[in-house]
């Protein structure tokens, strides 16, 4: 089992910025990859963004390249998502997941983010 704990969300106005944090534990050993996904009231739940562990290779959602990164601290098995310039469209649930390939996919519990126009 994995376990996936989210931090760093808040209201924030637009153009400010955010830093959300995600720290596993568990059978950390089969992770390979870690992301971001969120989901807005009404939609369904799209990926933010994603990163491997080993090689850090990253992926980005179109509506926020340029303005969010993503990260990993391999030592703490912890990854972050830092937003920059956030608009009222980021407002949603931040979920962290966790891919184990033969294992499933982890997800944490959400953390909200919401952004003020």
């Known amino acids: 089992q994995v376990q996936l704990v989210e931090s760093g969300g808040g209201l924030v106005q637009a153009g400010g910025s955010l830093r959300l944090s995600c720290a596993a534990s568990?059978?950390?050993?089969?992770?390979?990859?870690m992301g971001w996904y969120r989901q807005a009231p009404g939609k369904q739940r799209e990926l933010v963004a994603t990163?491997?562990?080993?090689?850090?290779?990253?992926t980005y959602a179109d509506s926020v390249k340029g303005r969010f990164t993503i990260s990993r601290d391999n030592a703490k098995i912890t990854v972050y998502l830092q937003m920059n310039s956030l608009k009222p469209e980021d407002t949603a649930v931040y979920y962290c997941?966790?891919?184990?390939?033969?294992?499933?996919?982890?997800w944490g519990q959400g953390t909200q983010v919401t952004v003020s126009s």
């Open positions: 997941n966790a891919r184990r390939p033969g294992y499933g996919t982890a």
């Open positions: 568990g059978s950390i050993f089969s992770i390979n990859a």
């Open positions: 990163i491997t562990i080993n090689s850090g290779t990253s």
